[in-house]
């Protein structure tokens, strides 16, 4: 099946400063790729995603790359805030008969006032 | 317009008891997902369907069984349950790309 390898597990920044979270793929027919925001004891929200016919795209402080031919997709935060202080999950949707995610292991972001 | 809703929100299982979990959707979507969430990992899937009437299996299904009677409604069955599936459990519905996720059920199996 899919495989969807996130780092880092964890990462502690300054506020202020940027986020970058890396996901990598092993399925080059994935052509969905999205990043969820989970806060503690809630659910998934969908912060950004991107299709694989673009390799860029931006939403305010948020970016995210994808790179098709090397099969990874990063997540760019910049000007972090504390209330970006979360968990933040890739996945990825390879079969678009059933339009399943399969998500990353997850970072835990910490951003320091 | 409420989104995905799930009940319960809480609950805890002894050991061999049995429960249904239900999803409900007032989206219209035909895709609907049940995922579970162990601590540190992401969601993974348990099962899902692409319309009324219809079911398969996710990643990890064993344990677990479906029914999508209706369109709006999803409900996941524990039949025996086990430590092993104390878990957040998610349902998440979708028409096209973008999944839709409820609010999500915390279990507890002692």
């Known amino acids: 099946g899919e495989n969807v390898e996130q780092h880092p597990s964890t990462l502690s920044v300054q506020e202020g400063d940027s986020a970058v979270i890396k996901c990598t793929y092993s399925d080059s027919a994935s052509n969905y790729f999205p990043w969820y925001k989970q806060e503690l004891g809630k659910r998934p929200q969908l912060i950004i995603d991107i299709r694989s016919n673009v390799g860029e795209k931006k939403d305010q402080r948020i970016a995210v790359t994808l790179n098709k031919t090397a099969k990874h997709f990063s997540l760019h935060i910049t000007e972090t805030q504390p209330e970006d202080s979360a968990v933040y999950f890739c996945?990825?949707?390879?079969?678009?008969?059933?339009?399943?995610?399969?998500f990353g292991s997850g970072t835990r972001l910490q951003v320091q006032p | 317009n409420a989104g995905v809703t799930q009940t319960p929100k809480f609950r805890v299982l002894k050991t061999g008891q049995s429960m249904t979990l239900l999803c409900a959707q007032d989206?219209?979507?035909?895709?609907m997902y049940w995922y579970r969430q162990d601590p540190g990992m992401g969601l993974r899937l348990i099962h899902y369907s692409v319309g009324e009437g219809t079911t398969a299996k996710g990643e990890v299904p064993d344990g677990y069984n479906v029914s999508r009677l209706k369109k709006q409604n999803f409900l996941l069955g524990l039949e025996s349950a086990a430590p092993s599936q104390t878990s957040v459990y998610f349902c998440?519905?979708?028409?096209?790309?973008?999944?839709?996720f409820g609010p999500g059920t915390r279990l507890t199996v002692t």
């Open positions: 996945a990825l949707l390879r079969d678009t008969g059933r339009r399943a995610l399969t």
């Open positions: 998440a519905s979708t028409h096209s790309y973008e999944q839709y």
């Open positions: 989206m219209n979507h035909e895709y």
